[in-house]
């Protein structure tokens, strides 16, 4: 296979970021991964654990005239979020990613890159591979489910993980040094599919959203783009509330950390009703093109009469529970931080909906810095199901990261960077989840950051790496591991 990326410097650290990217990883499909690690430690001579978790930890020596440093724990997530549109022909569970350049990035084709977080163990190995780099003890920390729920993390055996200097890698805005971030939760609402014999004096439509730009539901959440799904209960709402309409299935979004960018929903409407639902439906894609020109001005709604009729749908009392239930779960930003200018501090991204046979399904990814907000939206999202005849189960609960006011390794990080480049780091707070927070329970007196290269739209077909932040950003880490003292 071409090696797109042997070309590009640092060469070690895009070397092992493709091979990366030929093995298939995503999230609870990770097994080869983390043997391509073990046999990496194994090739190297190195010391490493990886547990039932398929969580992975390789240790490196000090090198000399370091013996006497702290160790440090670089630390990133092998698995990946896997999305792609919907006519594209790629299996995540075996096809490899096809790379790219254009211009200063590196892109997938038609499919999420992997840089989040893949370019975190391609620079832990690089370290790991070298003899050239000075650095303290090493301990590179890889972990699984990571954009699932932080599973890996919490399955981690905190006697696995010996130092207590944590550096993360798994942020996406060079010269920013994450220092806080939210906690969040997966909540899974399923409401009852109670089916009936299909009129057959009704039509079938079926009805698309595409065009969405979607997202990270932590890192863009503050962005107002369009979520695919709740976008289709406005539509169902707004043929419901004068049509007596029938839900076949109602499908999108495949991630819950992830904005969703497509839907698709089949009604039964009465042949009556024909020309009032294609109106309709004319109308309310004007309504959404005017209301996301900015944030969306690709977005369209689109239908077709199918013309092979289902065998049953929804009964009417079924059909209105999902449809009320997708109208008025509350998503977005819910609420701002009132100590850090504009950071979000709590939110909900409803970002699955699937159709089963016994149930319709509702994956929410719920995030808040404040623990105690975080079970309030967990709350009225329990309620509302309620209301609707429906259930919730809340899984991957994670804590959030507290901002350490006396933070060593936050000291270093900043006179490094001002000593290389002439201005101060950005030292922000984060919306999004990152595993510091699990770890700082864990571990007794962790010193933790985050900090990465330049990613764009990640979670997203359109996930894109800029080449020259990856160098910068390398050549810094390796700075900061000379200056622990």
Known sequence: MAEILKDLQPVEVFK??????????????EKEVSDYLVSFAKEHHLEYVQDSA?????????????????????????DMVCEKNKDVDHDFTKDPLKLRIIDDMIYATDTTLGADNGIAVAMGLAILASNQYQHPAIELLVTTAEETGMDGAMALDP?????????????????????????????????????????ENRIPYMIKIRG???GHSGMEIDKERGNSNKLMGRILMSILSEIDLRLISIDGGSKNNAIPREADAIILVKADDKTLVEKKLLEIEKIFKTEMRVSDPDVRVEFEILTNSPTKMLSKTSTNNVINYLYLLINGVTSMSMEIKGLVESSLNLGV?????????????????????????????????KLNGGSVVTES???????????????????????????????????AGLECGL??????????????????????????????????VWEYLLEVLKNIK
């Open 16 to 29: 092992y970021f493709e091979k990366l990217s030929q093995i298939p990883r995503g999230s609870g499909n």
């Open 54 to 78: 398929l969580n992975v930890v390789i240790r490196k020596k000090a090198t000399p005239g370091f013996e006497n440093s702290p160790s440090v724990v670089l630390q990133g997530h092998m």
């Open 159 to 199: 006697e696995d993980v010996k130092g207590r200097i944590l550096i993360n890698i798994d942020s996406e805005e060079e010269g920013t040094l994450l220092v806080s971030c939210a906690g969040g939760l997966t909540a899974r609402t399923k409401i009852p599919a109670v089916w009936e014999d299909l009129d």
């Open 212 to 214: 969405l730009r979607g």
């Open 353 to 385: 909906v699937t159709t089963n046979e016994d149930s319709i399904v509702f994956i929410s990814s719920i995030r808040s810095s404040v623990k105690s907000l975080k079970n309030e939206l967990t709350n009225r999202l329990i309620v509302t199901a």
């Open 397 to 431: 609960d994670y804590p959030e990261w507290s901002y350490n006011p006396d933070s060593k390794i936050r000291t270093i990080f900043e006179e490094v960077y001002e000593k290389m480049y002439k201005t101060k780091p950005h030292i922000a707070a984060i919306h």
């Open 439 to 472: 770890f700082a329970e864990k571990f007794e007196q962790l010193d933790a950051i985050s900090f990465g290269p330049n990613l764009y739209d990640v979670h997203t077909p359109n996930e894109h790496m800029s080449i020259s932040s990856v160098q910068r």
